[in-house]
Structures are given as C-alpha cells and as structure tokens.
C-alpha cells in the first residue's frame, strides 16, 4: 500500500467515477484502475462498487477510504511543515442548506486551523444532494433540518443511506425579510399577515418534493412564489420585491451585514436542525474541529 494509491483512491471516489478521475490525475484510465485493485488485492477487500452508472463504496470500502483520508492529511500536514508543500487534497468537505451558521463555523474553523495553507470545501446545495454527498463520502459532514412533515420520509431515507442524523438545536420557525418591509415592524407574524408578499424558496430541482424543501408549511398555497438557487438571489429579492423565506431565525450580521432580519412566525411548529454523517465512516480530526465550532456558534446565538 503506497500513499500515491490512497490519493488515487481518494480522487476516484471525489470524481465519481475511474474515468474522471484519471482525467483530473492526469493518468491513463488503465492505469488507475490497475492501482485501485492492486490496492483492494493487498487490503483482501472489495473497496469499490463498479456499476453501469459509475462506482460507489462498499461497506468496507466506505471505512477503509476514511482511514486512507486520515493517513493522507496527516502525511499533507507533515509536508506542508517541514517541506513548505501546499496541501493537494482538501482538509474537509462540508454539504448544507443555506445557513449562514454552517459558513460562520467554516471562517472560524479556517481562521483557528486553516495554517497558512489549506483547502477547503462548504457546499450550499439542495437537501437530496446532502444526503447523496455524504452518503458516498463526497462531504463528511451534512447539515439540514427536519420537523414534524418531513422527519418521517428523511429518517427513511438517511436509514437506507446509513446516515446519522445528530440534532444541534430546535428552534421557533422565522421569516427573513427585509428591514424596510412593513412586517418588519411586528415582533411576530401570521400566516395571514404573509399573503400579500412574495414566498421565497429554494429550488430544489429534480428532487422538489414538498418532502425535501428546505422551508417548513411548503404544502402552504401561495399566490406569489419565487424559487431561487442562492442566498444572495434570495437576500436581493427580500430587498427588491418585499419577499420572505422561513428558516430558523439564525443569521449572522457579521457575514450577511443588517439589511435581512429574522421575525418571529406564529405557527405550531418547530425546526430541528443538526448535522448527518455516514454511519460507516470515521470523522476525520479537521470534521470533528469543524463540529465543534458549528456548536460554539450556535451557542453564541440566542436560539427561540
């Protein structure tokens, strides 16, 4: 077992499938995939899963691929002290929804670990592709939420994916609206106080079952819905059209200034948020560096 093979198997798994990732090595696809079973004939397992769609982990493979990562940070630390190298693979990947507790937690993680070299990975992206990303070890850390609707179908889901869902708080459902809207004068809102304006969400495109929408009461009718791909397409429609979003009430003024406030939403109903990791992988040290300072940052909020 050499460290070249651990990286190739690293690449193989980041790409998705052989054939990208000799691309991205700069390798002939023979090549990788000589290395790669060489490396499963040594180790006595089967590590990768070939399918007509591309390749997945088996169970060994899963656990296996989060020791190889460990070994190569730790050999990557050790190069970038002592021989002034730049780290080539990234020291963490992260998948969440649009909260900017999850980027806090990275810029802090970057600013207390991050060295004077590093690479990194936060991915706001759809809730079907966070169960995805970490179910095959793309990201070792998810964050989404779940509530009374929707903890029946995920719960499903993350079980047959051999996910963990760890909660990190439950909180009183917001809206984030714009600091010149006429609602942002209440201390709480109505349902019916929200008909008039705009309902923002997020897409969540071949997947957009009320079941994975990132906004609780999406089965709620509205008569104008917007359906946006970022926060900062749906923080400048909260400040062009009056829109609103529903999420947890949690939002950094440090990153995102003060032109977006959280009101409270009066409805029976609470959000839970927390993290997903997979089952059969060990979290790397940087992934648990990383847990701690999403935890310190929630705490430094007052969560209702």
Same mark, same amino acid.
């Given at each position: 077992?050499?460290?070249?093979?651990?990286?190739?198997?690293?690449?193989?798994?980041?790409?998705?499938?052989?054939?990208?990732?000799?691309?991205?090595?700069?390798?002939?696809?023979?090549?990788?995939?000589?290395?790669?079973?060489?490396?499963?004939?040594?180790?006595?397992?089967?590590?990768?899963?070939?399918?007509?769609?591309?390749?997945?982990?088996?169970?060994?493979?899963?656990?296996?691929?989060?020791?190889?990562?460990?070994?190569?940070?730790?050999?990557?630390?050790?190069?970038?002290?002592?021989?002034?190298?730049?780290?080539?693979?990234?020291?963490?990947?992260?998948?969440?929804?649009?909260?900017?507790?999850?980027?806090?937690?990275?810029?802090?993680?970057?600013?207390?670990?991050?060295?004077?070299?590093?690479?990194?990975?936060?991915?706001?992206?759809?809730?079907?592709?966070?169960?995805?990303?970490?179910?095959?070890?793309?990201?070792?850390?998810?964050?989404?939420?779940?509530?009374?609707?929707?903890?029946?179908?995920?719960?499903?889901?993350?079980?047959?994916?051999?996910?963990?869902?760890?909660? #990190?708080?439950?909180?009183?459902?917001?809206?984030?609206?714009?600091? !010149? $809207?006429?609602? *942002?004068?209440? %201390?709480? &809102?109505? @349902?019916?106080?929200?008909?008039?304006?705009?309902?923002?969400?997020?897409?969540?495109?071949?997947?957009?079952?009320?079941?994975?929408?990132?906004?609780?009461?999406?089965?709620?009718?509205?008569?104008?819905?917007?359906?946006?791909?970022?926060?900062?397409?749906?923080?400048?429609?909260?400040?062009?059209?009056?829109?609103?979003?529903?999420?947890?009430?949690?939002?950094?003024?440090?990153?995102?200034?003060?032109?977006?406030?959280?009101?409270? #939403?009066?409805?029976?109903?609470?959000?839970?948020?927390?993290?997903? !990791? $997979?089952?059969? *992988?060990?979290? %790397?040290? &940087?992934? @648990?560096?990383?847990?701690?300072?999403?935890?310190?940052?929630?705490?430094?909020?007052?969560?209702?």
């Amino acid at each position: 077992m050499s460290i070249t093979q651990l990286k190739y198997l690293v690449a193989v798994v980041k790409a998705g499938s052989i054939n990208e990732a000799a691309k991205s090595l700069y390798i002939s696809q023979p090549t990788l995939s000589k290395a790669i079973k060489e490396l499963e004939k040594e180790m006595g397992i089967t590590i990768l899963m070939r399918t007509s769609t591309g390749i997945t982990l088996s169970t060994d493979g899963a656990e296996f691929l989060s020791y190889a990562r460990q070994i190569i940070e730790t050999v990557e630390l050790l190069e970038n002290k002592y021989l002034d190298r730049p780290y080539q693979e990234q020291l963490l990947s992260v998948s969440t929804q649009h909260y900017s507790f999850s980027v806090d937690a990275m810029v802090k993680l970057i600013e207390h670990h991050g060295g004077d070299k590093y690479q990194f990975s936060l991915r706001e992206t759809r809730t079907y592709e966070i169960i995805e990303d970490v179910k095959n070890l793309k990201s070792e850390i998810g964050v989404m939420y779940m509530n009374n609707f929707n903890e029946k179908i995920l719960n499903q889901l993350l079980k047959e994916s051999q996910l963990n869902f760890e909660p #990190l708080f439950t909180a009183q459902p917001h809206i984030f609206i714009s600091k !010149t $809207n006429p609602l *942002a004068q209440k %201390s709480i &809102v109505s @349902l019916e106080d929200l008909k008039p304006y705009p309902r923002l969400s997020f897409d969540q495109g071949d997947n957009n079952s009320f079941f994975f929408s990132e906004e609780i009461l999406s089965t709620l009718e509205s008569p104008k819905n917007i359906l946006v791909s970022d926060r900062a397409t749906i923080f400048n429609c909260m400040i062009g059209l009056n829109g609103y979003t529903i999420s947890s009430g949690i939002l950094s003024e440090e990153l995102n200034g003060t032109d977006i406030i959280p009101v409270k #939403l009066d409805v029976d109903d609470k959000i839970t948020i927390g993290t997903v !990791t $997979n089952k059969k *992988a060990i979290l %790397s040290r &940087v992934a @648990l560096l990383y847990l701690d300072e999403l935890k310190n940052t929630i705490e430094s909020y007052h969560i209702v």
